[in-house]
T-cell receptor, first 114, second 109 residues
Framework: GAVVSQHPSWVICKSGTSVKIECRSL??????MFWYRQFPKQSLMLMAT?????????EQGVEKDKFLINHASLTLSTLTVTSAHPEDSSFYIC??????????FGDGTRLSIL | KNEVEQSPQNLTAQEGEFITINCSYS?????LHWLQQHPGGGIVSLFM???GKKKHGRLIATINIQEKHSSLHITASHPRDSAVYIC???????????FGEGTQLTVNP
């Protein structure tokens, strides 16, 4: 079945650094990728939707300059958390789909900012 | 605004029990996903359905379009079924998902 790979699975870094998370569709071409954030004991919150070759559409309240999304190819999207601070610590999950596939989710990235 | 409501929030069962998780959704949602999230965080898509019933192993998902209600059933539950189960509605207008709050299932041996 369709597989989405997310990397890294866990990252710890100092406040002020930037962190890049990759999301790859391994056996299908993902025309659309989604980035979610999840706080403990809460459901997923959509941050942005990205279509290959175009700018991401951000949800209300999500800072586009803070969370940079690039979807340069049909199999790769990246989320960069710029100048990360402790309040950015969270669980980030991507998903990917094409016109034939429902959304398939990555395993998530646990981000801890010290 | 599209809404998805899920119940119960928490569910504890003994191994072997039949389990049902319910999901109600609003107008504007055309299909339902049932997702499973394990303690490590990874999410597995169990079913996507827009009508009728689907079965995979011990898992059964049903949807009633008129009542805007879906259920996930687990037969002969096992401790390895312990996870958070999430229903998510796919918006008619696009591919966005609206998520329920999740059901934390614990199956005790």
């Amino acid at each position: 079945g369709a597989v989405v790979s997310q990397h890294p699975s866990w990252v710890i870094c100092k406040s002020g650094t930037s962190v890049k998370i990759e999301c790859r569709s391994l056996d299908f071409q993902a025309t659309t990728m989604f980035w979610y954030r999840q706080f403990p004991k809460q459901s997923l919150m959509l941050m942005a939707t990205s279509n290959e070759g175009s700018k991401a559409t951000y949800e209300q309240g999500v800072e586009k300059d803070k969370f940079l999304i690039n979807h340069a190819s049909l199999t790769l999207s990246t989320l960069t958390v710029t100048s990360a601070h402790p309040e950015d610590s969270s669980f980030y999950i991507c998903s990917a789909r094409d016109v034939l596939q429902p959304q398939h989710f990555g395993d998530g990235t646990r981000l801890s900012i010290l | 605004k599209n809404e998805v409501e899920q119940s119960p929030q928490n569910l504890t069962a003994q191994e072997g029990e039949f389990i049902t998780i319910n999901c109600s959704y609003s107008v504007g949602i055309s299909a339902l996903h049932w997702l499973q999230q394990h303690p490590g965080g990874g999410i597995v898509s169990l079913f996507m359905l827009s009508s009728g019933k689907k079965k995979h192993g011990r898992l059964i998902a049903t949807i009633n379009i008129q009542e805007k209600h879906s259920s996930l059933h687990i037969t002969a539950s096992h401790p390895r079924d312990s996870a958070v189960y999430i229903c998510a509605g796919m918006e008619t207008s696009g591919s966005r998902l609206t998520f329920g709050e999740g059901t934390q299932l614990t199956v005790n041996p």
